[in-house]
């Protein structure tokens, strides 16, 4: 199993920035692939990026279309942390923001729905004003 906690998130001006971090205990972190779902009220919760666990030295990485160009995730995996760095932030983006984890049987699978993610942290709010 894996538990997870986000921070990072917070209240800022559209144009702004923002860096989620999640960490993770357990000492098989790199056997997951992760992600960061988002859910505003009253909407379906999205993955707006995911990445891979990796056997070697490559990520794969998704990102919804919304957020294409504009978030970019990582991760380190010698921290047990993922991070999601979200430039170029829109009011459209505040929602509340949830770490994801599952383990894959492949190091390239990136799930990218939110129903295939096993493991949820408690979530972070980001609220971006116009």
């Known amino acids: 199993q894996v538990q997870l906690a986000e921070s990072g998130g917070g209240l800022v001006q559209a144009g702004g920035s923002l860096r989620l971090s999640c960490a993770a205990s357990?000492?098989?972190?790199?056997?997951?692939?992760m992600g960061w779902v988002r859910q505003a009220p009253g909407k379906e919760r999205d993955v707006v990026a995911a990445?891979?666990?990796?056997?070697?030295?490559?990520?794969?990485?998704y990102y919804a279309g919304s957020v294409k160009g504009r978030f970019t995730i990582s991760r380190d995996n010698a921290k047990n942390t993922v991070y999601l760095q979200m430039n170029s932030l829109k009011p459209e983006d505040t929602a509340g923001y949830y770490c994801?984890?599952?383990?894959?049987?492949?190091?390239?699978?990136?799930?990218?729905?939110?129903?295939?993610?096993?493991?949820w942290g408690q979530g972070t709010q980001v609220t971006v004003s116009s």
């Open positions: 357990g000492r098989t972190f790199n056997t997951y692939a």
């Open positions: 994801a984890a599952v383990r894959t049987d492949y190091s390239i699978m990136v799930p990218t729905t939110w129903k295939e993610y096993d493991y």
């Open positions: 990445i891979s666990w990796s056997g070697g030295s490559t990520y794969y990485t």
